[in-house]
């Protein structure tokens, strides 16, 4: 980001205070930047930031990280300390600090997600949800390190996401995805635009979205009697996408119920929210349709086909999930970008100038102290 840009996009009154600053005389200021909420440190597009403008400048800046990437962060903690020019650093707040929030509370989202499932192998979905490339890049990043604090506790997280730009993220070249509702349109029949996409990428595992005529299990039955070499050699799975409009196939209430008293009686056996209610056993793709859908598999003979579930797999979700024993082996998802945007508000406060500890009345927490940051997620 040059010059230009940066006097343009930050807030008026830190331009203004550089302009000061430099009529009256810089000073060495130390920043703490922190967050109201509980977060996963996800600091470095913030850092990479601050380092790339100050080496445009030859500004000699000092970071003290004290919750390195990917460690739990509790509210009002400073994730890091900036020490450097004042009349260097003061236009530079508003852009780091919309580097860091979001970033920081969709790792958290994500690790969330990842613990409550560890079973499950998570896809990002996230980019057609994100306002613009750098959001999408952010959240990418985020889900990322949440998902990395989620494995060293033993969850498989996620394995990749949904386009090639944020891959890298991932530890991949190459988004993942076979096929979306348009294409089951333009064949006119799951089972041919399953045959299309077999046809056109023949070296590629198959995975099958089954929702669009209504036949989840209808259909998804045809596509595996149609490759049952790839559903024998465990590379075919079946995406489970229903909206919330409508049950899965052979599903109302009643039978709701009676797939989860069959594999997971004590779901349904405790007080439960509405919207916990409708996630084991409401329209959509709720626990009994994933039970379900396990069911139709086993029970024809195809035990290694997967079963990818997508739809609104949030934290709620994926615990409801958890509690129901859900058999879903892949979730795809981009309900880590925060609901609450107030939420990822970052904030930074100058604690000390020119080596004196000074903060607004009410922040002296704030102030540097010794001592070390938790090793992980609390």
Not at 58 to 66: F, N, Q, S, Y
Not at 114 to 139: D, I, T
Not at 240 to 258: I, K, M, N, V
Not at 263 to 292: C, D, F, K, N
């Amino acid at each position: 980001m040059n010059e230009a840009e940066i006097r343009a996009r930050t807030d008026s009154y830190f331009n203004r205070t550089r302009a000061v600053v430099e009529r009256f005389g810089d000073c060495r200021v130390t920043y703490a930047v922190f967050l109201r909420r509980p977060v996963i440190s996800a600091p470095r597009l913030a850092l990479d930031f601050v380092r790339e403008v100050a080496s445009q400048r030859g500004a000699a800046i000092e970071i003290d990280v004290r919750y390195p990437e990917g460690t739990w962060v509790g509210a009002g903690d400073p994730i890091f300390y900036l020490t450097g020019s004042m009349a260097l650093l003061s236009d530079l707040e508003t852009l780091y600090l919309q580097r860091l929030g979001p970033a920081c509370v969709a790792a958290h989202n994500a690790y969330q997600m990842c613990v409550e499932l560890p079973g499950a192998a998570f896809l990002a979905m996230e980019a057609r949800h994100c306002a613009g490339g750098e959001m999408q890049e952010m959240m990418a990043y985020a889900a990322s390190v949440g998902s990395a604090a989620a494995q060293r506790e033993g969850a498989k997280g996620f394995v990749g996401n949904a386009n090639d730009a944020t891959a890298h993220w991932f530890g991949t070249e190459a988004g993942r995805g076979t096929m979306p509702h348009a294409l089951i349109g333009y064949a006119g029949s799951t089972l041919r635009a399953a045959e299309m996409f077999r046809e056109t990428f023949p070296d590629s595992d198959l995975t099958v979205l089954v929702d669009y005529f209504g036949l989840e299990v209808t259909d998804g039955l045809a596509a595996c009697r149609r490759f049952p070499d790839l559903a024998g050699a465990g590379r075919m799975s079946l995406r489970l996408d229903t909206h919330g409009g409508r049950f899965l196939e052979g599903l109302d209430p009643a039978e709701s119920y009676a797939v989860l008293e069959r594999h997971a009686p004590g779901a349904i056996r405790r007080y439960r929210s509405e919207t916990e209610l409708r996630h084991l056993v409401g329209t959509g793709v709720s626990a009994a349709a994933i039970w379900r859908m396990r069911e139709a598999l086993d029970e024809a003979g195809f035990p290694r086909v997967r079963i990818v579930a997508s739809s609104g797999f949030g934290v709620g979700k994926c615990r409801v999930m958890a509690e129901a024993r859900a058999p879903v082996d892949v979730v795809g998802t981009g309900s880590f970008i925060p609901n609450t945007w107030s939420e990822t508000y970052a904030t930074s406060d100058i604690v000390e100038y020119d080596g004196t500890p000074r903060v607004k009345l009410g922040r002296e927490f704030l102030l540097r102290k010794n001592g070390k940051a938790r090793s992980g997620p609390g």
